[in-house]
């Protein structure tokens, strides 16, 4: 009975199985047939409204200016990857990213230091490459790629504060472009921001001692008026401070022995950096003064293959001051004294200008002939 019973209901749930299929099946067929009609309806409808709209009454697509297809292909030409890069298509991301850090390394060997400054206001990631200890001898290279003899930087400097002091070209408090450093204070600084920030020295403030050690850093400023001394007020509290706290002589003349020993190598360290300064901004004037004899040249040259550097040289010569000196009215127009080279377009900018110049002193010269 038991299993009569087992096989009455597994026919049972064969069969419910069975009928909700089918219902199933017929359901899905329905909704097809509604699908197809709703369809055929719609179809139906466009074609009576095509029928009843005029060929000027359907509405017209608007044709493509030239100007938004070039918009287009411009917005094209920039690769996908760089499109929310800063920069120039993001190449100093790439060479972060994509470039194994082994050559990155090897690249930044080659610069110079103020390169590598620049390199480390880019990107976060540059910055943490440059900017970490590891990266020592990288900046070590990078000064050892100067001209000149530029000393490593003192104890109290690491490479990268040494290179900012060396070649960012601005003052540390203003941000006006100078070129005074003051390598005591290890600051560059202009001179109406020193005058605010540093004390006078008046040598009645300190004991004897200091003055005849001179252990006190001192920079001189020229007002204009008169040549003044100044220094760090705080750090002149802070020694003699120091010095009074001592009590018996021995301690004193020891502590002034170790600091004049500080003092001077400071000093010749300053002296040695203030001296490849110089060399360095010589260097420079002498570069650019090449360039700008070398620009007056290639006007002359241009003149004459339009037959006006015959009026040229005769008011070069004419218009010196003093007499036959190089400064000239033509040689220091604004035009010819640059240090810039000349170009195919550059000449072409200033040809016209030039050429005006020359007629008009022509024509004055002709006058005065009469």
Not at 72 to 82: C, I, L, Q, T
Not at 215 to 241: V, W
Not at 263 to 286: E, G, P
Request: glycine fraction near 2%; aromatic fraction near 8%.
């Amino acid at each position: 009975m038991k299993r009569d019973s087992i096989h009455i209901k597994l026919s049972m749930a064969r069969r419910s199985a069975r009928i909700q299929e089918k219902n199933a099946a017929n359901l899905s067929h329905d909704a097809n047939d509604i699908q197809i009609s709703f369809a055929e309806v719609g179809h139906e409808k466009r074609e009576v409204e095509d029928q009843e709209l005029s060929e000027d009454d359907r509405p017209r697509k608007r044709a493509k200016r030239p100007e938004e297809g070039n918009q287009k292909k411009k917005k094209r030409a920039v690769p996908k990857s760089f499109r929310k890069v800063r920069g120039r298509l993001g190449l100093l991301e790439r060479l972060v990213k994509d470039v194994p850090l082994e050559v990155s390394l090897e690249i930044f060997c080659y610069l110079e230091p103020r390169d590598l400054l620049r390199l480390s206001r880019t990107s976060h990631e540059l910055r943490n490459i440059l900017m970490s200890k590891s990266s020592e001898d990288i900046w070590r290279a990078a000064r050892q790629n100067l001209k000149g003899d530029l000393q490593p930087p003192p104890p109290d400097l690491n490479e990268p504060q040494y290179a900012y002091i060396m070649f960012e070209p601005f003052c540390h408090v203003c941000d006006r472009r100078v070129e005074n450093v003051f390598w005591s204070f290890r600051m560059r600084c202009c001179k109406e921001c020193a005058l605010d920030l540093f004390a006078v020295y008046d040598p009645t403030d300190y004991p004897e001692e200091f003055q005849a050690s001179n252990i006190l850093l001192r920079e001189r400023i020229d007002t204009g008026d008169r040549i003044i001394s100044i220094h760090q007020g705080e750090t002149g509290a802070r020694l003699k401070a120091q010095f009074q706290a001592l009590q018996s002589r021995e301690e004193r003349d020891s502590w002034l022995n170790r600091k004049v020993e500080e003092r001077k190598q400071l000093y010749n360290h300053a002296v040695r950096c203030t001296r490849w300064s110089s060399f360095r901004i010589l260097a420079r004037m002498q570069e650019l003064d090449a360039i700008r004899k070398q620009r007056k040249e290639d006007i002359l040259v241009r003149l004459e293959k339009i037959g006006w550097r015959e009026e040229a040289e005769i008011l070069m010569v004419k218009q010196s001051y003093p007499p036959g000196s190089r400064r000239n009215a033509f040689s220091q127009h604004k035009l010819v004294k640059q240090s810039k080279k000349l170009t195919d377009y550059g000449w072409n900018a200033i040809k016209d200008e030039l050429v005006k110049i020359l007629s008009d002193h022509k024509k004055e010269r002709s006058k005065s002939a009469e």
